[in-house]
């Protein structure tokens, strides 16, 4: 094996280990709030509780990496094990980076407990209820995608989310906002574009890793959060269907949002 070759498996191998002890994917912009043609940083990070390690920018890993402002562009993510994984010039007004991955996969054996507690941590029951012919204790394997979107944005209009369509299930922060500050805010998840029921929804802050509010989505995919500080907030759920892969029990898409809440 050449030098090349083997440096490439190892960063793999590192990157498989990680998709599979993180439990969130979320991107991490430099600033959250800047000036127009600003260029930001964004870092895409693996974990659990909004604490998780950088990962670098890997083509065959990536679906769907763009930002959506005043045009929607392609982001050239920065190859190798560069941090960040990419940079971007922010348009005005708001700007939403979208990042999709292709499906990893996991075999969940007999006596794992992850399995379980994933179910458990996720409240995903009363989704796997909906399929009761799909295996539901171990042994399972199950393929995954993280679909990623964070906002940041310049100037003092009021702007508002949308539904992109660019992602396979959506987060969409519902209202129209200048800046994101304390208080209750109602976001939508959507299938395409239906709206999706009894998905649990969490609202993560950075500072101290604490779920701060959580609701399972209701029969028009909204869910109303507290985002009680000024803070940086991860907003996750995980929607899991069979997989229509026979070698698959289930596939499951994890939406994230990560925004930040100003005084």
Same mark, same amino acid.
């Given at each position: 094996m050449t030098i090349a070759r083997s440096l490439t498996f190892s960063v793999g191998l590192l990157i498989w280990s990680a998709q599979i002890q993180g439990h969130e994917f979320w991107i991490e912009p430099s600033k959250h709030y800047t000036t127009v043609n600003s260029t930001i940083e964004l870092t895409l990070k693996v974990g659990e509780t909004f604490r998780g390690s /950088?990962?670098?920018y890997l083509p065959v %890993?990536? /679906?769907t990496f763009i930002i959506i402002g005043q045009t929607q562009r392609e982001i050239a993510g920065l &190859?190798?094990?560069s941090r960040p994984a990419a940079t971007v010039t922010v348009d005005h007004g708001l700007n939403r980076i979208i990042h999709q991955t292709t499906p990893f996969s996991i075999r969940f054996g007999d006596d794992d407990e992850r399995w379980a507690n994933y179910i458990? &941590? %996720?409240g995903l029951q009363p989704q796997l209820d909906q399929h009761p012919a799909i295996p539901q204790i171990v042994p399972v394997t199950e393929r995954y995608v993280r679909v990623a979107k964070s906002f940041i944005k310049t100037g003092q209009a009021e702007v508002n989310d949308s539904l992109s369509g660019e992602m396979p299930f959506e987060l969409v922060l519902e209202g129209r906002w200048t800046q994101i500050i304390p208080g209750n805010y109602a976001f939508t998840l959507y %299938?395409?574009?239906t709206p999706l029921e009894n998905v649990l929804i969490k609202a993560f802050r950075h500072s101290d890793r604490a779920v701060v509010s959580e609701a399972y989505t209701d029969p028009n995919g909204?869910? $109303? *959060? $507290? *985002?009680p500080s000024p803070d940086r907030y991860l907003i996750s759920g995980v929607v899991i269907r069979p997989d229509n892969d026979p070698d698959y029990d289930w596939m499951s898409h994890w939406p994230t949002i990560t925004l930040e809440v100003v005084n």
């Open positions: /950088a990962q670098p %890993d990536t /679906a &190859l190798g094990d458990s &941590l %996720d %299938d395409g574009n909204r869910v $109303e *959060l $507290e *985002l």
